[in-house]
């Protein structure tokens, strides 16, 4: 079945700076990669997601690219503020019946 | 639009006990996934139903089972507790299928066993 390996698992930036967390998929044919924030205590939440046939979306401050070849994906934050500070989830799915596989996360912290 | 509600929110357990969690998903959702969370295995798949019937399965031994209700809502069940089983048990809820659009998450319930 699906892996999904994430990358770091800790990560701290000054705030501004950009901060990118990157995972790895191992089914070529996962075909949707959602990203959730989960701030702490509080549920998990999507904030942006990709499928197969888009190489990149943005939406303000953040960004997902998609490389199929090398099957990674990445979140990319710019202009961190310290309401960024939480742990992203990054899942991925193939078609059919098949339940969404996540990464063990990655807790960004920004330092104001 | 009432969001997913898991109740309870907090519960202590000893080992050998056993354990029900409810989840009430989001009006007109018919999938209902389970997961665990863990700090150091992340969000495991536990189990997803949908109109009552179990579609997917992860891999957990047979003590975790769960059903859902013709209203959609769903219990899981953890029988015969392990200290392991300490966890943040989260369950979401789509319209259709759970791997082809946003998940809604509940709050969780936080499950302790001493």
């Known amino acids: 079945g699906e892996n999904v390996e994430q990358h770091p698992s800790t990560l701290s930036v000054q705030e501004g700076d950009s901060a990118v967390i990157k995972c790895t998929y191992s089914?070529?044919?996962?075909?949707?990669f959602p990203w959730y924030k989960q701030e702490l205590g509080k549920r998990p939440q999507l904030i942006i997601d990709?499928?197969?046939?888009?190489g990149e979306k943005k939406d303000q401050r953040i960004a997902v690219t998609l490389n199929k070849t090398a099957k990674h994906f990445s979140l990319h934050i710019t202009e961190t503020q310290p309401e960024d500070s939480a742990v992203y989830l990054c899942?991925?799915?193939?078609?059919?019946?098949?339940?969404?596989?996540f990464g063990k996360g990655t807790r960004l912290s920004v330092i104001a | 639009k009432a969001g997913v509600t898991q109740t309870p929110r907090y519960l202590i357990k000893t080992r050998g006990q056993q354990v029900t969690l409810s989840c009430s998903p989001i009006?007109?959702?018919?999938?209902v996934s389970w997961y665990q969370q863990t700090p150091g295995q992340g969000l495991q798949f536990l189990f997803e139903?949908?109109?009552?019937?179990?579609?997917n399965k992860g891999n957990f031994p047979g003590r975790f089972s769960g059903r859902q209700f013709s209203n959609s809502r769903s219990e899981m069940n953890v029988s015969t507790l392990e200290l392991g089983d300490s966890a943040l048990y989260l369950c979401?809820?789509?319209?259709?299928?759970?791997?082809?659009?946003?998940?809604?998450f509940g709050e969780g319930s936080r499950l302790t066993v001493l």
């Open positions: 979401a809820s789509t319209p259709t299928w759970a791997n082809t659009g946003e998940l809604f």
């Open positions: 089914d070529s044919a996962s075909n949707y």
């Open positions: 990709i499928r197969s046939n888009v």
């Open positions: 899942a991925a799915s193939t078609p059919g019946n098949t339940p969404l596989v």
């Open positions: 009006s007109g959702h018919r999938s």
């Open positions: 139903y949908f109109s009552e019937t179990q579609r």
